[in-house]
Nanobody, 127 residues
Framework: QLKFVETGGDLAQPGGSLRLSCTPS????????IGWFRQAPGKGREGVSC????????LYANSVKGRFTVSRDNTKNTVYLQMNSLKPEDTGVYYC????????????????????WGQGTQVTVSS
């Protein structure tokens, strides 16, 4: 199973922007759907976005739709999450994984049994 290294997290002001990067610690992502997830302090991990292996299909949680954009460059073996118009509620540790979140009718969640997480990258949105 692929494991990933996430980078790009930082302290940002409300309304600001950050770009996160996700690269595998070994192997290639070219044939793999990649999901972004986040875990806010004191809360469970939730799904944020996903991009298909070709990049042709994307999905977003309602809470980030219109503000976040997922993209990938398979030649660089990297997936990106561009985060604009950041809000304090976007604060958390962001992870990527070789899986997409699934929708339970209310929100996007982590697929059962997926455990190949990296160390994540901290995003803090605060003035």
């Amino acid at each position: 199973q692929l494991k990933f290294v996430e980078t790009g997290g930082d302290l940002a002001q409300p309304g600001g922007s950050l770009r996160l990067s996700c690269t595998p610690s070994g192997g290639t992502i070219a044939s793999t759907h990649i999901g972004w997830f986040r875990q806010a302090p004191g809360k469970g991990r939730e799904g944020v976005s996903c991009i298909s292996s070709s990049g042709g299909t994307t999905l977003y949680a309602n809470s980030v739709k219109g503000r976040f954009t997922v993209s990938r460059d398979n030649t660089k073996n990297t997936v990106y999450l561009q985060m604009n118009s950041l809000k304090p509620e976007d604060t958390g540790v962001y992870y990527c994984g070789a899986t997409c979140p699934y929708y339970n009718g209310a929100r996007y969640l982590v697929p059962d049994g997926y455990k190949d997480w990296g160390q994540g990258t901290q995003v803090t949105v605060s003035s």
